[in-house]
C-alpha cells in the first residue's frame, strides 16, 4: 500500500457519497485520516491555512467532486493553482469524480499537473486498491 498518502481530503457537496468513500477509506485500511468537505470553498480555505501555516498538513489525495454548486472542481483545481504554492501541489495528488463520463469540456482540469484521473461514482474498492498501491 502507498504509504506516502497518510491524509486524504474528500470534497463533495452530497454527504451519502461522503460516508460512502469515507467508509471504504476507513473500513479497507486505505486511510485513517480522512477529512470532509462538503463546500469547495471551505475546502480551499483549509488547504490555504495548511500551506501556510503547516504545509506538512496538507493532504496527500484530494478526491474532489466535479459537480458542485457555487464553486466547481473544476474551479477549485484552478484556484487551488493560484493560491497554493507550487512546491505544495507536488505532493498532492487529485483524483476528480464524477457520477457520469467526464465530457469534453471539462477535460481541461485532467491537463493540470496534480490531478492523476477521473473516476466515475460511487467509487469502487478496485479504484482505491489503484490509487494506493501505486
Request: charged share 20%; with cysteine; hydrophobic share 40%.
Amino acid at each position: 500500500m502507498n504509504q506516502k498518502i497518510q491524509k486524504v481530503l474528500l470534497v463533495d457537496d452530497d454527504p451519502a457519497m461522503n460516508y460512502v468513500n469515507e467508509f471504504f477509506l476507513k473500513h479497507y485500511n486505505f486511510c485513517q485520516n480522512v477529512v470532509i468537505e462538503q463546500y469547495p470553498e471551505d475546502a480551499l480555505a483549509k488547504m490555504q491555512k495548511w500551506s501556510q501555516s503547516c504545509p506538512e498538513e496538507l493532504p496527500q489525495l484530494i478526491l474532489l467532486d466535479l459537480n458542485m454548486p457555487v464553486l466547481t472542481g473544476y474551479q477549485l483545481a484552478n484556484a487551488m493553482v493560484e493560491r497554493i504554492p507550487a512546491e505544495h501541489l507536488r505532493n498532492i495528488q487529485v483524483y476528480v469524480l464524477s457520477s457520469s463520463e467526464i465530457g469534453k469540456e471539462s477535460n481541461t482540469i485532467i491537463e493540470l499537473p496534480f490531478v492523476k484521473g477521473s473516476l466515475i461514482k460511487p467509487l469502487q474498492i478496485q479504484d482505491l486498491e489503484k490509487i494506493f498501491n501505486n
